[in-house]
């Protein structure tokens, strides 16, 4: 369909108005094209011709409004780094409507009535990582939102005293933009119990429609979330993914990755990496990801409580933390090439013991299972072991390995199958996105364009990009980034 066919949906206002602002978007300068997404367009039904003109831009400038669409901006509220902040919002979101499920979504366009001390602008930088990132995870099967496409502009952002930024705009789209903190807002409404129903209803209705007529529906909703939630996290630890502001008011109650900041894959392997440079204490460290899941469902829980019977929420709550790690297990295992039924007690020692190993040995994490899969015999590990800092831990850890192999009687060649499957040839790390970015500061997109495209096809040969499959040059390795985005 060409841009002036597509008609969305609006479906909020039937909420009260103190729950949302119905708004334009204040353009950018100049604003260009960077890069669209034709993954994306697909989803949409969107024409790709579409994105060579000059009308695409001004759709995602805000420019203009297409058919049916009524752009508002949501309020929530959120715990940040653990405190109750009562009001928060689409400070820079503005959302267009929804079509095929998709809700669009620009960010960066321009002050809400939820902006705060912000300027409702998004800078280039963090722009082009959200932009990559999100197609980067869903080319790993991890449940997120994706981008439709990114404009940069000249309008100047000032994000630090030194130097200037420009603005850009990142489309994004999900299945749904409710968070925890939308809750968390609507529970301390006046009249809580009743908007609160009517947000839970609209979430089932958008994520969880065959629990509509269902009896307890709230409640199972809340269990769908927990477990949607314990396999998202198990995904993330699996291949080393940290989100960096894990707020409730950056978590989905439809269980997907939603508000890329300042994430990274992690380079080399650290059980207590912090990622997030004004992350001081830790709280989301690489390793504590899942607990703050389980923390943040409980505040879910809190909100929900008022409409349901909380008790049964905190029950199953407390299965949380067992089907994150029966999830995780599983996948490391799989990435390991052995067979989730074999060992009843799961791999988990063995796993255990790996992740020490790589973390004493400051083995790159998932190129040291892109180099598994490729090892031709274990008869000689050593392309592996030359890719560690220090060789004895992994070394020994590999003797256990062997012999879990052996027990299983299963070829090379089964093995092989098995893990070509889960572990990724490319990762997109933030040493990659700080490459393309500079790049894109000079003007040049082919970079982003390139990367993105590798994220969206990570199993795949990329033959000009075979530098991206060697470990992280260590001066980029685990690098914290700034939250200023
Ligand atoms: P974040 O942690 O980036 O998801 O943002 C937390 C809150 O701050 C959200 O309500 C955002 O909309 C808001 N926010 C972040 N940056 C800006 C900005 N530059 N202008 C306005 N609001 C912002
Ligand atoms: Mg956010």
Redesign the pocket.
Known sequence: MKLNELELNIDYFEFKEKFYQQLKATPLNHPHLISYNKQAFDLIGLDYEEAQKEEFVQFINGEIVLKGSVPYAMA?A?H?FGYFVPQ??????INLGEINGWHLQTKGSG??R???Q?????VLRSSIREYIMSEAMFGLGIATTRALGLIGSSHGVYRSYEEVETGAVVMRMSPSWIRIGTFEFFARSSDAKENLTQLADYVIEQSYPHLKNEKDKYEKMFFELCDKTALLMAQWQAYGFMHG?M?T??MSVAGVTI?Y?PFAFMDYFQADCICNHTDVEGRYSFSNQPYVARWNLEVLANSLGKICRFGNLTDYLNTFMFQYKKAFWDIMTQRLGLQVEHSPNSYSPLIKQLLGALEASKMDYNVFFYELTQLKSLDDISPILNLAVYRDILQEWFEEYKKAIEDEKRSDEERHEVMKRVNPKYIIKNYMLQEAIEHATQGDFTLVNDLLHIAQHPFDEHKSFEKYTKPTPLQFANLKLS?S?
Do not use: P
């Open positions: 929530y959120g940040q928060l919002g689409d400070g820079r979101a002050l809400t939820y902006s705060r912000g300027d409702g602008r998004a502001v707020n008011d950056n508000d900041g939250c985005s």
